[in-house]
């Protein structure tokens, strides 16, 4: 009987210590679960504020992606803008360079129309000149030649005041041949004299 109930004895002893030891193993367990599920839900607090951060961090990249984008459509704008200005001025300046060209033309033209007219204006003013000068050179000849004329008149005058009524009457007599001879040389001396005295623009000219 002893004997049983030590036997007992020694089984709930052995079993109560198997119960400590899995109760302490459990308890173990249980604090590096805890301890576990406490790291779990500190990473998952870091994975969410990360998560949160990198949301925003891509929320700002997305704003500033379609910040930019308008940036670039503004400045693909603007440059568009320009080059259709700098088309324009480059077409304009063409459009002014053949214009100028065109008027440069023109101005060259009529200044060589001009200096042609101007040569033979001066050519023409050259020839009036010179046909100025054979007229003042040929009045000056006639106005020698009336002069010499004139002279002439009045030895003519003087010669015809020096012949009296009987020498004109012996003129006319037949056997008169000596007076009539005397008038006829002072006639002819007369004569000369006129001849000479004349004035031939064409001949002055020529002379000239």
Same mark, same amino acid.
């Given at each position: 009987?002893?004997?049983?109930?030590?036997?007992?004895?020694?089984?709930?002893?052995?079993?109560?210590?198997? /119960?400590?030891?899995?109760?302490?193993?459990?308890?173990?367990?249980?604090?590096?679960?805890?301890?576990?599920?406490?790291?779990?839900?500190?990473?998952? /607090?870091?994975?969410?504020?990360?998560?949160?951060?990198?949301?925003?961090?891509?929320?700002?990249?997305?704003?500033?992606?379609?910040?930019?984008?308008?940036?670039?459509?503004? /400045?693909?704008?603007?440059?568009?803008?320009?080059?259709?200005?700098?088309? %324009?001025?480059? %077409?304009?300046?063409?459009?002014?360079?053949?214009?100028?060209?065109?008027q440069i033309g023109k101005f060259k033209k009529a200044y060589d129309e001009l200096l042609v007219l101007a040569k033979g204006k001066e050519a023409e003013r050259a020839r009036l000149q010179a046909q100025?000068?054979?007229?003042?050179?040929?009045?000056?000849?006639?106005?020698?030649?009336?002069?010499?004329?004139?002279g002439v008149a009045q030895q003519l005058l003087a010669a015809y005041e020096k012949i009296d009524v009987a020498e004109v009457m012996s003129i006319r007599q037949p056997f008169a041949s000596s007076v009539?001879?005397?008038?006829?040389?002072?006639?002819?001396?007369?004569?000369?004299?006129?001849?000479?005295?004349?004035?031939?623009?064409?001949?002055?000219?020529?002379?000239?």
């Open positions: 009987m002893n004997t049983r109930i030590c036997a007992l004895l020694l089984v709930f002893v052995a079993t109560a210590a198997s /119960a400590e030891g899995m109760e302490e193993r459990l308890r173990t367990q249980l604090r590096s679960t805890t301890q576990q599920l406490q790291t779990l839900q500190s990473e998952q /607090a870091q994975a969410s504020a990360a998560r949160l951060a990198a949301e925003n961090q891509a929320k700002q990249a997305q704003a500033q992606i379609k910040q930019l984008t308008a940036e670039l459509a503004q /400045a693909r704008g603007v440059a568009e803008q320009l080059v259709g200005q700098q088309q %324009s001025l480059h %077409s304009q300046a063409q459009a002014q360079v053949v214009a100028s060209n065109e100025l000068g054979e007229r003042d050179t040929q009045v000056q000849q006639c106005s020698v030649k009336n002069q010499q004329m004139y009539r001879v005397k008038f006829e040389e002072l006639a002819q001396g007369f004569g000369d004299d006129l001849y000479k005295s004349r004035f031939d623009a064409p001949q002055a000219t020529a002379n000239h």
